[in-house]
């Protein structure tokens, strides 16, 4: 298939992108480990970290990519790093609610540190700011991304019980600030510079698989109906933003170490996720047989894109360019060809462990990416 019936898009997503995350280079990790041992300082961790970054910015550039991120390599987490700069959210140590990933060969499961609400939810700075405006400042030619988790991951995992009720005896001044928060983030990382802002919610993804419904329903909360409310609260969160603002949706079933959480195709979601999310382009992950079929894409309205995440990042084997092909053919057969990109199906490292493959690997696929969306949208 090729597609050249509308020109190259200026505006993202861009028809080769990725994800965010990149692997840790090693002396990156050494450099942490000395520093949580005090061997190190905080400017000699940033210094090495920038030295990364500026290699990592190189290196997307040299496989073509029109984005650019800072492989979020500043990170421990690609979510909790951010929710717990937002005001009146707590660390916490929780052991009732423990995370479960798996894969064919191992489970994992843990009972990570979790958000409690202890206050009114504010944000007291510009979260992220000072990555975004480093990561600009390092790219040329490229349009520099920024992802940030979605506003219903700081709500997802607990819930209501998450939530201190002597601050928020009314769960509507909780979503009504929580979005509030955002909108600032929003407003005040466009005055930085920032046009391409991703959104990464795995939890429209998981509401996907029954057990995680059944989650929502063991904690308190409405497994029929929540990702609707999400979906509201983003587009409140996103409401007025600049137009030249290009913001997408990140939405996978957990990445951990080359290890997913959740199964289940799009179909539950996808009527309300297509149809009503005020997104520019969703990186929907598709990248083995419990991700579904190609369907749920029967609900993109015209003037949105889907970035089909059909390169695996929790393997390092390299997919096929005809087989990658092909499945963009079986997409088109529900939405215009035209509205397609392609991505790898999430991050290489969404965590600071990163996933099984090496950094050769992680850069042969953006590579693929690249050459496979150049020939199949022969407008470049």
């Known amino acids: 298939m090729t597609q050249s019936r509308e020109p190259a898009a200026a505006r993202p997503p861009f028809r080769a992108d990725h994800v965010g995350s990149l692997l840790r280079p090693p002396e990156l990790l050494r450099a942490r480990d000395d520093f949580a041992a005090g061997r190190i300082g905080a400017d000699d961790l940033r210094g090495i970290e920038d030295t990364a ?12 990519l029109r984005s650019a991120t800072d492989g979020e390599l ?6 909790m790093d951010f929710i717990y700069q937002l005001g009146g959210v707590q660390k916490v140590q929780d052991d009732t609610i423990r ?7 191992k489970t994992y499961e843990w009972a990570p540190p979790s ?4 206050a009114p939810v504010s944000l ?9 405006s480093f990561l600009a400042g390092a790219v040329t030619g490229a349009v520099p991304k920024l992802t940030i988790p979605s506003l219903s991951m700081v709500h997802y995992r607990g819930g209501r019980s998450a939530i201190d009720e002597s601050v928020y005896p009314d769960l509507e001044q909780f979503w ?10 929003v407003r005040q990382l466009y005055d930085l510079g920032c046009r391409y802002l991703q959104f990464d ?13 059944q989650h929502v329903a063991d904690i308190g909360g409405d497994p029929e109906h929540q990702h609707e409310h999400y979906i509201a609260n983003i587009n409140r969160a996103l409401a007025g933003r600049p137009a030249d603002l290009a913001v997408t949706t990140h939405m996978c079933r957990g990445n951990n170490q ?44 015209k003037g949105k894109r889907v970035v089909l995440g059909l390169v695996t990042t929790k393997r390092g084997e390299l997919e096929s360019k005809d087989d990658l092909k092909r499945r963009i053919d079986e997409a088109a057969r529900f939405v215009d060809g035209n509205q397609l990109c392609l991505s790898p199906q999430c991050g290489f490292s969404s965590t600071k462990e990163g996933n099984d493959l090496t950094p050769e690997q992680q850069w042969a696929k953006l590579a693929l990416i690249v050459e496979t969306a150049q020939e199949v949208w022969t407008t470049w």
């Open 258 to 301: 080359s290890m997913w959480a959740a199964e289940g195709s799009y179909d539950f979601v996808a009527e309300a996720l297509f149809s009503t999310l005020d997104v520019d382009g969703y990186f929907c992950e598709w990248d083995d047989e419990r991700s579904g079929g190609f369907e749920p894409l029967r609900y993109v309205p």
């Open 99 to 105: 995370v479960a990933f798996h894969n064919e060969q």
């Open 74 to 79: 500043r990170r421990e987490s690609w979510h």
């Open 115 to 118: 958000a409690h609400i202890v």
């Open 124 to 132: 007291p700075r510009t979260i992220f700011g000072e990555a975004f």
């Open 176 to 185: 009504a600030d929580l979005a509030t928060a955002y909108a600032q983030e």
């Open 53 to 64: 970054i500026r290699d990592v910015v190189r290196r997307q550039a040299e496989v073509g």
């Open 201 to 213: 919610d795995t939890s429209l993804a998981y509401l996907n698989d029954p057990a995680q419904r």
